[in-house]
């Protein structure tokens, strides 16, 4: 016998599992820049077999996010608002995925 | 009695070097993306991924409880699938992921494993000894829907990732930020590559083990098969290391953080998901339908069919070719002692050879061979070129105004104008818009 509600059970936990993490990882970046406070990552120095970000390019990003940190229409209050829900974001992230991985582990049951 | 014994021993040792071989292989998989958007530096990535992988095999047991227990019957010494055909079937699996190694053709180790077995199982025990509906249930059936299903999740968390996070006043949307993600993301992926393929080498031990009477069928998986399984696999991931600079040379040149993550993480959520209920498949499809499904979330996305076909073929041929050399070794292994002989004597010479080709490789990568390099591109990497993107510049509706804004009343404000008059026009006499307005600029221009 085919257990189709296996299947569908898999399709259906997955697609809701990535969609919450990617959407709450999401949420909190774009509260993140929305708080003045956009992340800059410099990619990491390695061989020169990648060409991913050219230098110039980081450069201008830099500049933007600089740029960006100084102007925001949102008061102070409004501010730390974001910056506290996006930290909250970031937090269930981690939670949903723990919980997730828990979850499979049969020890804890 | 000594005969089996040595039989079993010689299993898990071929076992563990399948498995050493697919954390070799695999790596890359888990971990390139992460490389290539900088997210991580190559050596930390490596070192995360073997330590994760080596978590990750001792989370669950269901893979392996379907290997060893549903897919061919095995329930003792002088019933079922004897302990000489379990060795052909590894031996014709570990054949046939080194042709399709050496040939650099889309393959699974996954499905080589399960084809070896099976084509080992029916030619050396009989049709009876397959469970072909537990066969379907478990490893067909999910090995057609899991690359479609993580396909579609990527598809909807890329789609997810880029509206959420989209603006349209020109400030950084943090998009960088999903590299820190990355970190996580690909460490998910990592950990779910550890539950779901070291337990098919679990699985292949346990049946060897049930097989030739050293354990009962329903007794639970032995603690130091686990802990060799998790030990190999990691140690493979570890060695497998070097060949993703290769991979990133050639492969993933188009991958964006956000479209990464979002894919990292459907892989891992669509991997973990399955391996729970105790589905084996491969992870490295899964990987690739999640690749391939966020590449087609992106704007400006078009499938390259002929790339997409000529990868869904190699997955399709795996199984059964898997099963033909399997059965092949099978063949070879019924003739007796001297059959078992030539069967072992047929995987040493191919460990050989991957040896010696891989350490050729290596000294081919240091002296930038390109031929040599070209094969060591993970089929993740492979499956990327899939799809194509165009470039889409976002649009940006409300930026002119705001440098109006900015500039004051200045020299942009009669040309916004111009545009406005040159659109409204356009629109008046109909078709054939964008060259008319630009000749009207240009008219306007020449005038100034």
Not at chain 2, 15 to 31: C, I, K, S, V, Y
Request: glycine letters at 12%; aromatic letters at 8%.
């Amino acid at each position: 016998m085919i257990d189709w509600i296996s299947f569908f059970s898999v399709a259906f936990a997955s697609i809701v599992g990535a969609s919450l993490v990617v959407a709450l990882y999401a949420f909190g970046l774009r509260l993140l820049s929305t708080a003045g406070r956009p992340p800059h990552v410099e990619p990491a120095e390695f061989t020169d077999a990648i060409t991913v970000v050219t230098p110039e390019e980081a450069e201008r990003e830099a500049k933007r996010v600089r740029k960006a940190r100084k102007r925001s229409p949102l008061s102070r209050a409004q501010k730390r608002l974001a910056l506290a829900v996006a930290r909250l974001c970031f937090v269930l992230c981690a939670a949903l995925v723990l919980f997730g991985v828990w979850l499979i582990i049969p020890g804890f049951h | 009695m000594d005969h089996t014994l040595l039989i079993v021993v010689l299993v898990v040792v071929l076992a563990l070097f399948f498995d050493f071989t697919n954390g070799f292989h695999d790596t890359a998989n888990a971990m390139a993306t992460p490389i290539a958007t900088g997210a991580m530096k190559p050596k930390v990535a490596v070192t995360v991924a073997a330590i994760l992988n080596l978590v990750g095999a001792f989370l669950s047991t269901e893979v392996a409880k379907t290997v060893s227990g549903g897919i061919l019957t095995a329930e003792g010494p002088g019933s079922g699938v004897p302990t000489q055909i379990i060795l052909a079937g590894l031996v014709g699996a570990i054949a046939w992921n080194m042709i399709t190694w050496l040939f650099g053709l889309p393959s699974s180790s996954s499905h080589a494993l399960f084809g070896g077995l099976i084509g080992a199982a029916i030619v050396g025990a009989g049709f009876a000894s397959v469970n072909y509906w537990v066969l379907l249930d478990k490893v067909v059936l999910p090995a057609l829907l899991a690359p479609v299903i993580a396909g579609l999740v990527a598809f909807t968390a890329t789609k997810l990732a880029y509206v959420i996070t989209r603006r349209y006043d020109g400030l950084p949307d943090g998009r960088a930020g999903f590299r820190y993600g990355q970190i996580f993301s690909s460490s998910l992926v990592a950990l779910s590559h550890g539950t779901n393929d070291a337990q098919k080498t679990m699985g292949v031990i346990t049946l060897a083990l049930i097989a030739g009477g050293y354990q009962s069928q329903s007794a639970p998986i032995e603690w130091w098969v686990i802990a060799a399984c998790a030990l190999a696999i990691a140690a493979g991931t570890y060695t497998g290391g070097w060949r993703i600079i290769d991979t990133l040379g050639k492969g993933l040149t188009e991958v964006k953080p956000a479209q990464g993550f979002a894919s990292e993480v459907s892989t891992g959520a669509a991997i973990l998901a399955s391996s729970h209920l105790g589905f084996a498949l491969s992870t490295t499809q899964v990987a690739s339908g999640s690749v391939i499904g966020s590449g087609l979330g992106r704007r400006g996305s078009r499938v390259r069919w002929k790339t997409a076909r000529r990868i869904a073929l190699g997955w399709l041929l795996t199984l059964p070719a898997a099963a033909i050399v399997g059965a092949v070794a099978a063949l070879v292994a019924v003739l007796g002692t001297v059959g078992v002989v030539i069967d072992v004597a047929i995987a040493v010479a191919l460990i050989v050879t991957i040896f010696v080709v891989s350490g050729r490789q290596r000294a081919g990568a240091a002296q930038m061979k390109p031929t040599a390099i070209a094969k060591g591109v993970s089929d993740v990497a492979k499956s990327s070129r899939v799809v194509k993107i165009r470039k889409v510049k976002p649009k940006r509706p409300k930026r002119p105004k705001k440098s109006e804004v900015a500039a004051g009343p200045g020299k942009k404000k009669p040309k916004k104008k111009g545009k406005g008059k040159t659109k409204k026009g356009g629109k008046n006499k109909g078709k054939g818009g964008k060259g008319k307005k630009y000749t009207q600029v240009k008219g306007k221009k020449g005038n100034a």
